[in-house]
């Protein structure tokens, strides 16, 4: 047996050494999790989750409206894989904030196996919405670079980072909703204009709430041409 072939082998052995002495525990509650499962969560977790259902107006469901019948085309729609709850954010958090980065990938198939992508969409191009690169280096990462990867591998359609954060903003959790639209207001710029003019974009993001962010990025994107945007997540988040 060669070196390389020797070290990965020990290295396998090692890995599920250790994988056996310190089983994965569920983010969300602590119990041991499976081996049939990508997310780290135990299956009453998994249960727990709860999917968004499919593809809906963003605007009529602020609005009150009727958010699963709309067709106006100034609408924007949301495919989100699930509504936020407490094993999700579980899930979620460390995916942005507990260096998780390897969560984009099963997160992305369990959204995509839901109903929000039933028809499997293919747009043109994939957009993150990006973090501002101070609060990238402070994460190691873009999560929504890296969620709109694994998405696009599914969707069959390239990411183009098309949007830079023109200032830094505070993070909008923190944030009421009133505040979260002036927080992000003029946040965005396009690196190149061309790129999206006459394009269907889905732009990419891992939770939706009060949609301020999405509509800010959004706004750039329209106003460079793009012929169809909606918004693509893992999570939505309403509040009342």
């Excluded at 407490?86 to 958090?93: D, F, G, N, S, T």
């Excluded at 984009?104 to 747009?123: H, T, Y």
């Excluded at 101070?134 to 359609?157: N, S």
Aim: contains cysteine; charged residues 25%; aromatic residues 6%.
């Amino acid at each position: 047996m060669g070196r390389s072939l020797l070290a990965r082998a020990l290295g396998a052995c090692a890995r599920g050494l250790i994988e056996a002495a310190f089983p994965v525990a569920c983010a969300a509650c602590g119990a041991r999790v499976g081996e049939e499962t990508r997310l780290p969560l135990c299956a009453g977790c998994r249960r727990a989750l709860v999917d968004c259902g499919p593809a809906f107006c963003l605007d009529c469901a602020r609005a009150g409206g009727s958010p699963r019948t709309c067709r106006r085309a100034d609408h924007r729609r949301l495919r989100a894989g699930f509504t936020w709850n407490e094993p999700l954010r579980a899930v979620v958090h460390g995916f942005k904030f507990g260096a998780a980065e390897d969560l984009a990938a099963p997160l992305a198939d369990a959204s995509w196996s839901g109903p929000a992508f039933a028809d499997k969409p293919r747009p043109d191009l994939l957009v993150p919405v990006p973090l501002h690169p101070v609060r990238r280096r402070e994460r190691g990462y873009d999560q929504a670079l890296v969620l709109a990867a694994a998405f696009a591998e599914r969707a069959g359609a390239p990411v183009v980072a098309a949007l830079v954060r023109a200032r830094a903003t505070r993070q909008q959790a923190r944030l009421p909703a009133a505040a979260r639209r002036a927080n992000v207001a003029g946040a965005f710029a396009l690196r190149a204009p061309g790129v999206v003019r006459g394009r269907r974009v889905a732009l990419v993001d891992d939770v939706v709430t009060t949609g301020a962010t999405v509509d800010a990025a959004s706004a750039v994107l329209a106003a460079a041409g793009a012929r169809r945007i909606e918004t693509w997540c893992v999570a939505y988040e309403p509040l009342e």
